[in-house]
């Protein structure tokens, strides 16, 4: 069974302060997908990672995909109050076209 | 297009009633997926269709569950004899055949089951 897990599932820093999210398994992936849902709402597609290793940036966000493509990270930079929300990683199932396996998720909160 | 649209965004129903929901993907895209949330869990898949076929459902959903997509357009997922256990946000998502998979979310359907 392929699973996603996302460290550490809370975070809560203060506006200004650098981090980064975690995404692991112990299966391959052949893409891994950030996303942001604020509460109430549907996910936000941010970023696909396809290629072992790739790096993607998104303004103060920083993107990686591990080389084995078993783990992905999520940084931002110089976070902000915006920025707060649940943040999910999510790679299509083995064997399936249309289903998506979700981490739980890390939930932050950017405080002012 | 503005995104994917789901109606209503919030439902409120007794226990044993039958409930549906409905979702316009973005026109563009041929895929359409199911998925449902509870509270500190990712999204879980339901089912998706390609066009107006319904190629894939998850163990999970029940005979109680039941999704359609006619003519390849919005989709409506019903819930039978509603249980508890039901509650929960379900979202649909749009995309295109042939990418990676992307999903592009409504904001969701929150259902009670009181």
Not at chain 1, 18 to 32: A, D
């Amino acid at each position: 069974t392929q699973l996603l897990e996302q460290s550490p599932q809370f975070l809560s820093i203060q506006e200004g302060e650098n981090l980064t999210v975690y995404c692991n398994s112990s299966s391959v992936f052949s893409s891994l997908q950030w996303y942001r849902q604020e509460p109430g709402e549907g996910p936000v597609l941010l970023v696909t990672v396809v290629t072992g290793g790739e790096v993607k940036k998104l303004k103060r966000l920083t993107f990686q995909f591990g080389d084995a493509r078993k783990d992905s990270s999520l940084h931002i930079t110089a976070a902000q109050p915006g920025d707060t929300g649940l943040y999910l990683c999510a790679g299509p199932a083995g064997g399936s076209q249309g289903n998506l396996i979700f981490g739980k998720g890390t939930k932050l909160s950017v405080k002012p | 297009d503005t995104g994917v649209s789901q109606d209503p965004r919030h439902k409120i129903t007794k226990r044993g009633q039958n409930v549906t929901f409905r979702c316009d993907p973005i026109s563009e895209h041929n895929r359409l997926y199911w998925y449902r949330q509870t509270l500190g869990q990712g999204p879980e898949f339901l089912t998706y269709f390609q066009n107006e076929a319904q190629l894939e459902k998850s163990r999970l959903l029940s005979d109680r569950f039941s999704a359609e997509r006619p003519k390849g357009s919005f989709s409506t997922l019903e819930i039978q004899r509603t249980e508890q256990g039901d509650s929960a946000m379900y979202l649909c998502a749009s995309g295109l055949q042939g990418g990676f998979t992307e999903a592009f979310f409504g904001q969701g359907t929150r259902l009670t089951v009181v």
